[in-house]
């Protein structure tokens, strides 16, 4: 027999590092290893990964491995890590996220940057974000635009309670209006133009194979008819009705939708229409003027 058994009760327990080290040999990115046991150890991201290595000697209690245990497997399954811990950061807000909403993509601050550089001149800018989500643009405008007054919608009740929890969260005033586009903002007493309107909407083809990577997100959230097209042409059909004269439209869409993007606004009667890239330098973002008096 040996003398060097453990005591009792300390067998069973495992220690932070050899958590997450099956975590990695099972296959999960070492940091989304770290940020998921920090999460479940009630640790702010931030110093969660030098905490851990601090600490990776630590036994970590057998009901915590064994969520962990579970929110590994999620992770496996492909379910993206910002449902697990519940939260995304974007344009340096902190925005709670749930399976309603899709997750806020880094490529989308090009959008918001965008539209900041449009609105910033301006004495009261009047800027709409169609198709919401979790908010993640329109509160990110109303972050660095104060002044600015800010409408964002959505089709999705669900989605918009997300959205409006987030900018309540974060102080920030936005009018959440739902509905289908342009219709959330029809019927309001104060008809309203918008300077510049923004939107992430689907954009994916329905039959994209890309979508099975995709399937914990909402899926009318990502994709839009048979060339991922639809909500595209339904925004920009409507856009002159909602627009100041000289107010514009920018979309995110897919990297390989630029020219049809622009085809689309320039035959809607669309100036200065133009394209930009994203954070991996692929076309990403394509917008447009919309001009009364010529
Ligand atoms: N950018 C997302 C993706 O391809 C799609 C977002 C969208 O359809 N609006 O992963």
Redesign the pocket.
């Known amino acids: 027999m040996s003398a060097a058994r453990p005591p009792e009760g300390a067998r069973a327990a495992v220690t932070m590092a050899a958590a997450w080290a099956s975590a990695v040999q099972r296959g999960l990115e070492r940091l989304d290893a770290q940020l998921l046991l920090a999460h479940l150890l009630g640790l702010p991201a931030a110093r969660a990964r030098a905490w851990l290595l601090a600490h990776d000697t630590d036994p970590l209690a057998p009901a915590v491995a064994s969520r962990y245990a579970e929110l590994v497997e999620r992770r496996l399954d492909g379910v993206p890590l910002a449902y697990l811990v519940g939260e995304k950061e974007f344009y340096g807000l902190r925005l709670a996220v749930s399976p309603e909403v899709?997750v806020p993509?880094p490529?989308?601050e090009t959008l918001v940057a965008w539209a900041v550089e449009l609105a910033q001149p301006l004495p009261a800018p009047r800027l709409a974000d169609l198709?919401t989500g979790s908010g993640a643009i329109a509160l990110a405008l109303k972050h660095l635009l104060p002044h600015a007054e800010v409408t964002a919608t959505d089709l999705s009740p669900a989605a918009l309670a997300v959205a409006r929890g987030n900018g309540e969260r974060l102080g920030l005033p936005v009018r959440w209006r739902q509905g289908c586009w342009w219709e959330a903002l029809a019927g309001e007493a104060d008809e309203q133009h918008y300077d510049v309107v923004a939107s992430?909407?689907?954009?994916?083809a329905e039959r994209d194979p890309?979508l099975a990577a995709?399937r914990h997100e909402p899926l009318q959230?990502?994709?839009?008819g048979p060339l991922?097209l639809d909500a595209l042409r339904q925004i920009v059909a409507g856009a002159p009705d909602h627009l100041t004269d000289g107010g514009w439209l920018l979309f995110?869409h897919?990297h390989e939708q630029a020219d049809d993007v622009q085809a689309l606004l320039r035959k809607a009667g669309f100036v200065d229409v133009s394209t930009r890239v994203d954070l991996a330098g692929r076309p990403r973002c394509t917008g447009g003027r919309w001009q009364v008096s010529r």
């Open positions: 899709l993509r490529d989308t198709g992430n909407p689907p954009y994916i890309h995709l959230a990502l994709a839009s991922g995110e897919g």
